[in-house]
């Protein structure tokens, strides 16, 4: 099978930022609960419409439930519209809440961008809804409150209007559909990956194949495992996605599986290669399927209580 209908097929099926996740790393949900347990007000109903419904976190406490793609947030928190290093983005879709530990790098991780040159902080993008579960816009990941979009715009201020928020956008680091990076790609931007990524409660970022190679290529320290973290994949290139690592607490919670042993840059240079030069497509690869909505069927149990809990 072709690798470019592997991947097309693959993205269906795994987890990530409306689809990301390693290839060969997706971890399975945690058990899904059956038809009966579900109260008859949220059976025949897409678990979107449910989410999407509510306005605030769930009183309790903090917890996430299930996998990535495929999961709720108890006792989620709201990281506040606007701090001292950073500003929340699209507001309009109230998606700035997530797990405490979640709500804590992102504080940690914007005062250290505010000390590079031109970063007032960090613009964050989506965290999760308020009791996470999928999003109505279909963005399958950020169910459990533990990945968080970072926008590649480097913040020149940090008080903007709600209006201003809904109008103004990141920029692109890519060239050639993401086998390089272009002129916007700044030191600045490896340092504050490599932070995040240095970070133990971080699980892996995805950003484009360009910026891995170009990341790669420019690290001189002798330190080169958290570079590991840092995982190749479509888009990604307006902002970089950081995915934390289950907490420690949370039973019900699914990790994906670590990164594979090394720096990974091997791997980020074939798809660069595979960006510039396409092997041919498989005429005998099964058609991907349509994705399905998600119902209360396919989540965890404990995400009853999650949309039933004041």
């Known amino acids: 099978m072709g690798r470019v209908f592997k991947l097309i097929i693959l993205a269906t099926a795994i987890a990530g930022c409306g689809g990301p996740a390693q290839r060969q790393q997706a971890s399975s949900p945690a058990p899904v609960v059956s038809t009966q347990s579900i109260p008859a007000s949220m059976q025949g109903i897409q678990a979107k419409q449910l ?12 917890k996430p439930h299930g996998g990535y793609a495929k999961g709720c ?11 001292p290093t950073w500003q929340a983005m699209r507001l309009s879709r109230n998606r700035n809440w997530g797990h405490p530990q979640t709500i804590d790098l992102i504080e940690k991780l914007s005062a250290f961008a505010a000390t590079q040159p031109g970063w007032k902080g960090l613009y964050i ?48 680091l ?18 504050i990956m ?23 290529k420019e690290e001189s320290g002798s330190d080169r495992a958290w570079l590991s973290k840092i995982r190749p994949w479509w888009g990604h290139h307006y902002h970089f996605h950081v995915r934390l690592k289950c907490p420690k607490d949370a039973k019900g919670c699914v990790n994906q599986s670590p990164p594979p042993a090394g720096d990974g840059c091997a791997d980020a240079e074939q798809w660069v290669r595979d960006i510039l030069n396409p092997p041919p497509p498989d005429p005998n690869a099964p058609a991907p399927k349509p994705r399905r909505e998600l119902t209360m069927n396919d989540l965890p149990r404990q995400c009853i209580a999650v949309l039933q809990s004041e």
């Open 51 to 62: 989410f999407g419904a509510k306005g605030l976190g769930s009183k309790q406490s903090a």
């Open 73 to 83: 947030l108890a006792g989620g928190v709201q990281l506040p519209e606007t701090g």
């Open 125 to 172: 993008g989506d965290i999760s809804q308020p009791r996470g579960g999928p999003m109505l816009s279909g963005h399958r990941s950020h169910q459990i409150g533990m990945d968080i979009d970072i926008w590649m715009l480097p913040p020149k201020r940090l008080n903007h209007s709600r209006a201003e928020r809904e109008s103004i956008s990141s920029i692109s």
């Open 194 to 216: 490599k932070a995040a990524a240095k970070d133990p409660r971080t699980a892996r970022i995805f950003v484009f194949p360009g910026a891995k190679v170009r990341m790669c």
């Open 174 to 191: 890519r060239r050639q559909s993401g086998a390089y990076t272009n002129d916007n790609w700044t030191r600045a931007h490896h340092e």
